[in-house]
């Protein structure tokens, strides 16, 4: 007894429409995109915006942060020179250079 | 990930590059004197400033009497016998408690020419350096 089924699948032959401009399409696909493809994240515009404020903050910051501690350094410095010159306690002890700045 | 790690150091060295080249370069001008100092630190208008030249002129010669009384003092407890000597250190004592008063109450009086916020920040940044501050409490304004 003969299976149809299998008498079909044995007939079956594979036959695949061909494009012949498939391989010009991708060419062209390749040839229209930018070279090395997407760019990455680090070299898009924003990121390169954010780096720059990045170190200019870092920059503000680094100023910033020195003066500000200069300053109290200085103070600290010139608020001790003067209790030493209002203070005899001080002055007592270092008799001789008695001296009002 | 690299470039990010990158940035982050590159941003850090930035920051310790521009801070330690301000701390190095950006030292501020010295004052002539105290009243200088005080004047631009504590923003002293010029009556202000003439007010507390007139406190520091009327004190400093207080101030050296205190200095010079307290240095005998010592000198006395120095060359005291051991039965002088109880005598001599109540004296130094008075003599300190006496100096260290008067001095706080000048810088009080200092202090009462600034405004109000200065003139905390005045005694806060002074008070501590003063030989006879106990730390026991901060100095009022009058």
Request: charged share 20%; aromatic share 6%; proline share 6%.
């Amino acid at each position: 007894m003969n299976d149809p089924l299998s008498d079909r699948l044995q007939a079956w032959t594979c036959r695949p429409d061909f494009d012949p401009a498939f391989a010009a399409g991708v060419n062209a696909r390749l040839a229209a995109s930018p070279a090395g493809g997407a760019a990455p994240l680090f070299f898009t515009p924003a990121f390169r915006l954010a780096a720059a404020v990045c170190v200019l903050v870092a920059v503000g910051a680094g100023v910033g942060g020195g003066l500000a501690l200069n300053q109290a350094r200085a103070n600290d410095r010139f608020a001790a020179d003067y209790a030493r010159s209002i203070d005899p306690l001080q002055m007592a002890s270092a008799h001789g250079a008695h001296v009002h700045r | 990930m690299k470039r990010a790690l990158l940035l982050i150091l590159l941003v850090a060295a930035v920051g310790a590059a521009a801070f330690g080249l301000t701390r190095w370069l950006g030292r501020p001008a010295e004052p002539a004197d105290s009243l200088d100092w005080m004047a631009a630190e504590f923003s002293l208008g010029p009556e202000q400033r003439a007010a507390i030249a007139r406190l520091h002129a009327d004190y400093a010669p207080v101030c050296e009497r205190h200095c010079e009384e307290i240095y005998q003092a010592r000198v006395r407890l120095d060359g005291a016998s051991e039965a002088e000597k109880a005598v001599a250190r109540a004296e130094l004592v008075r003599l300190e408690a006496v100096c260290t008063e008067s001095t706080r109450a000048h810088l009080r009086a200092v202090a009462a020419h600034m405004e109000p916020a200065a003139a905390r920040r005045f005694l806060k940044l002074v008070e501590p350096k003063l030989a006879g501050h106990g730390h026991e409490a901060p100095l009022a304004l009058p």
